[in-house]
């Protein structure tokens, strides 16, 4: 059975700095991975997906990266904002149609 | 307006009593999900439907059952509610035919079983 998880928990940073969030996931088999952004009360949004045969993907300040054979997933966030802070959540994606979330960093960008 | 809304938002309910929760898209996607999220597990999948009247377990599908009678709808039904189904509830879709088949998420239910 896949396994992600997220470290760390939580974070909290000052405005302006660059942060890494971490992804690990102990079944390399996956067909895609996917990073959302949870706020409360409105659900997830998707940021970015990297499928299998990709190493990264960037939207803006975001940045993801992909290596599958060590089961690891980044996610860098440059100058955070503090319209930034959320719960950040990596999900894999296996052929089966199976989706598997990690329990999620909470960040907190302090102004 | 929101593409996937959920009802209700928040509901109590006591142990025993079936309950009902509901999802609409307007999306026009094919693929429905409903997950539940614990605090220190994530989300993981209850039941998932590529088309109308398609219905697969997902990873915790015990104590749950769904119903998709229409494109747009999937309901969520809890026959005989028990505490530990408290949880936040997402239902999620997505289009197979996009390249990515991101998935799209409702603001979730927040359900407390006494």
């Known amino acids: 059975k896949q396994e992600v998880t997220q470290i760390p928990a939580a974070l909290s940073v000052p405005e302006g700095e660059n942060l890494v969030l971490n992804c690990s996931f102990t079944d390399s088999a996956i067909y895609n991975l996917q990073w959302f952004r949870q706020d409360p009360g409105k659900g997830l949004t998707s940021l970015l997906l990297i499928q299998s045969s990709q190493r990264e993907q960037t939207s803006g300040r975001l940045n993801a990266s992909l290596d599958k054979s060590s089961g690891r997933s980044t996610l860098y966030i440059a100058a955070s904002q503090p319209g930034d802070s959320a719960t950040y959540l990596c999900?894999?994606?296996?052929?089966?149609?199976?989706?598997?979330f990690g329990t999620g960093t909470s960040l907190t960008v302090i102004p | 307006d929101a593409d996937v809304t959920q009802t209700p938002r928040n509901r109590i309910t006591k142990t025993g009593k079936r309950i009902m929760l509901e999802c609409s898209q307007t999306?026009?996607?094919?693929?429905m999900y409903w997950y539940r999220q614990d605090p220190g597990l994530g989300l993981r999948l209850i039941y998932y439907?590529?088309?109308?009247?398609?219905?697969n377990k997902g990873e915790i599908s015990d104590g749950y059952s769904v119903s998709r009678q229409a494109q747009a709808k999937f309901s969520l039904s809890l026959e005989s509610a028990i505490p530990n189904q408290t949880a936040l509830y997402f239902c999620?879709?997505?289009?197979?035919?996009?390249?990515?088949?991101?998935?799209?998420f409702g603001p979730g239910t927040r359900l407390l079983v006494l």
């Open positions: 999620a879709t997505s289009d197979p035919r996009g390249a990515e088949e991101t998935q799209y």
């Open positions: 999306k026009g996607h094919d693929r």
């Open positions: 999900a894999v994606r296996h052929t089966g149609n199976q989706f598997y």
């Open positions: 439907s590529f088309d109308v009247k398609d219905i």
